[in-house]
């Protein structure tokens, strides 16, 4: 290995400053310097020269901002140079975006570049009958986004799995919203345990910290391995203050503690989407999941069996529950302050058969376009006086 090296950038958009904020990782020494150039196509369009470890203004004008409608990606190229000599050299991208919550009308609200933004996505566990965990090839991770995006969702919940690097790229590409959570643990923990715990989700967040998709952490789920609850969303935050933090999702089931922080408060309903939580001054409420409508298709499940957590009985009639699903969403958005619902799930997973799509990925069960057509007839509209 080069002893003169790039070993990994941290990317921060600064939106309200039209800059980039960029932490070239590496080993360099002090007659070694980092020369950062961003480009639009083939045109240079900002450039910052600085030492390798210290925090860079790389000026971005006129920013083009990323969205699930436009997810435009600027390419960037870092050099290690020494004298006039290119030493290393690294090519990536990123997006300019910012997230938060905010009012929006008297409610707090999820904000995409300061706009109210209602994140309508599925949960992915991101499972393959020929990996399980691993998907066979990168076509497989970019067609379950594909699909997604074609069914009009804007969002994906990553649920307790850290996917591949190219899985988050395509999400950055084809522009999708990533709530990613952190893998869960069970039973009685050790302090040992925790430790363990804690510097993963840390390297969780530094190896994703640039991917302009990813908007928000969900550190604990219903309950499962939970301890600390509001330490550890203060914690995360403290890591990455340029995204959200779900400290709970799920905090209305199984034996679940909220910790009273982080900017959402989250429940999980099935069938549902049921009745979320009221948003406070400062957490916006979402349905963290709701849905599982079963519907299985012979010759394309695991085990031949499995449930949902209800049972539609054919495409059409699946179709119609969710279409009924997506309209209620759009009353809560109005009438409950509603900023975000995550569907379960994007894929049949062995037993549960409540996937939009079957394991395998030869069918998807819902009328396509009906599912599309009624998921933007929620993230379009505008909250109606209820």
């Not at 970019?142 to 190219?166: A, I, S, W």
């Amino acid at each position: 290995m080069a002893q003169t090296r790039v070993d990994s950038l941290k990317l921060t958009p600064d939106v309200p400053g039209s800059a980039l904020k960029v932490t070239v990782n590496g080993s360099a020494g002090n007659d070694t310097v980092a020369v950062v150039t961003a480009r639009a196509g083939k045109r240079v369009i900002g450039t910052v020269t600085g030492k390798v470890g210290a925090e860079l203004t790389l000026p971005i004008r006129n920013p083009r901002l990323w969205s699930p409608e436009d997810p435009y990606l600027y390419d960037l190229r870092v050099q290690l140079k020494r004298g006039h000599k290119t030493v290393d050299e690294v090519d990536s991208y990123f997006g300019m975006r910012s997230v938060g919550v905010g009012q929006v009308n008297g409610t707090t609200r999820l904000l995409l570049n300061g706009k109210d933004v209602f994140h309508m996505g599925p949960l992915d566990q991101g499972f393959w009958p020929d990996g399980i965990y691993t998907a066979p090839t990168d076509k497989a991770l970019k067609y379950d986004l594909d699909q997604t995006k074609k069914l009009g969702f804007n969002m994906v919940r990553k649920h307790v799995k850290v996917e591949p690097d190219r899985w988050y790229y395509w999400a950055d590409k084809l522009g999708l919203l990533v709530w990613q959570d952190m893998p869960s643990m069970f039973g009685n923990l050790t302090a040992a345990d925790k430790a363990q715990f804690e510097a993963e989700m840390h390297e969780m967040v530094q190896q994703h910290i640039s991917s302009p998709s990813v908007v928000m952490w969900v550190t604990l789920n219903e309950g499962w391995g939970q301890y600390d609850q509001a330490r550890l969303a203060d914690q995360v935050k403290s890591w990455d203050p340029s995204r959200l933090v779900n400290n709970m999702s799920g905090v209305n089931c199984c034996g679940a503690v909220d910790g009273g922080n982080g900017d959402v408060v989250d429940v999980h309903n099935y069938p549902g989407p049921g009745t979320p939580r009221e948003p406070s001054a400062t957490r916006a409420s979402v349905i963290g999941e709701y849905g599982g409508l079963g519907m299985p298709v012979i010759g394309h499940t695991w085990s031949g069996g499995g449930w949902g957590y209800a049972t539609e009985p054919d495409p059409a009639a699946l179709t119609d529950r969710y279409v009924q699903m997506s309209q209620e969403l759009d009353r809560l958005r109005s009438c409950s302050g509603l900023s975000a619902a995550v569907y379960t799930q994007t894929t049949d997973v062995e037993t549960e058969l409540n996937g939009l799509m079957t394991y395998d990925r030869a069918v998807t069960k819902p009328d396509v376009q009906r599912v599309h057509d009624a998921n933007k007839a929620v993230t379009d509209a505008t909250p109606a006086a209820c």
